[in-house]
T-cell receptor, first 111, second 115 residues
Framework: GQNIDQPTEMTATEGAIVQINCTYQ??????LFWYQQHAGEAPTFLSY????GLEEKGRFSSFLSRSKGYSYLLLKELQMKDSASYLC????????????FGRGTSLIVHP | EAGVAQSPRYKIIEKRQSVAFWCNPI?????LYWYQQILGQGPKLLIQ????????DSQLPKDRFSAERLKGVDSTLKIQPAKLEDSAVYLC?????????????FGPGTRLTVT
């Protein structure tokens, strides 16, 4: 099974940098995803990590350490529209590749 | 490219009634997922299909929930009979396949309220 832990809520200022952490304990690992979900909307894909290291994509970066069961999502130059829930999802291995989502981190960006 | 379609968008029913949700995935996507998302929580996988076969339904309450994807394209999720705790958003998602860096594309969801 999977156990995924994220902070419930974070606040940050427009223009700043914020790091959202995700720790996981899994029976197997086959990739970690980050999704963004605005209130009342469906999740949308942000990033995918399967090897250790940093993946950068514009203002968003995602880091993975498989040995530590740890990932973070880094958001730079925060904008008001970045206020949303950020979901960490871990996929297991073993043929089914079942994705398990964390509870999500609600990020509030204020002026 | 059209996204994942779901209907209805909203549904209100009384407990013990039945309800069905429909999902049309992105064309060519072999893997289809149904999730239940309760307010304030992350999506919980109910069932995963690969083409028209079930890959995993370990978290599907089979005494009341059923799902099918007969021709490997559209899918329906049914609840019979509904309970108050079934109030949630039901999300359908699809991906090209279930391995590699294939992200999931989510539909707009169906918000179910059971009274």
């Amino acid at each position: 099974g999977q156990n995924i832990d994220q902070p419930t809520e974070m606040t940050a200022t427009e223009g700043a940098i914020v790091q959202i952490n995700c720790t996981y304990q899994t029976s197997g690992f086959n990739g970690l995803f980050w999704y963004q979900q605005h209130a009342g909307e469906a999740p949308t894909f942000l990033s995918y990590n399967v090897l250790d290291g940093l993946e950068e994509k514009g203002r968003f970066s995602s880091f993975l350490s498989r040995s530590k069961g740890y990932s973070y999502l880094l958001l730079k130059e925060l904008q008001m529209k970045d206020s949303a829930s950020y979901l960490c999802a871990v996929r297991d291995e073993g043929g089914s590749y079942i994705p398990t989502f964390g509870r999500g981190t609600s990020l509030i960006v204020h002026p | 490219e059209a996204g994942v379609a779901q209907s209805p968008r909203y549904k209100i029913i009384e407990k013990r009634q039945s309800v069905a949700f429909w999902c049309n995935p992105i064309s060519g996507h072999a893997t289809l997922y149904w999730y239940q998302q309760i307010l304030g929580q992350g999506p919980k996988l109910l069932i995963q299909f690969q083409n028209n076969g079930v890959v995993d339904d370990s978290q599907l309450p089979k005494d009341r929930f059923s799902a099918e994807r007969l021709k490997g394209v559209d899918s329906t999720l049914k609840i019979q009979p509904a309970k108050l705790e079934d109030s949630a958003v039901y999300l359908c998602a699809s991906s090209l396949d279930r391995q590699g860096g294939r992200e999931q594309y989510f539909g707009p969801g169906t918000r179910l309220t059971v009274t």
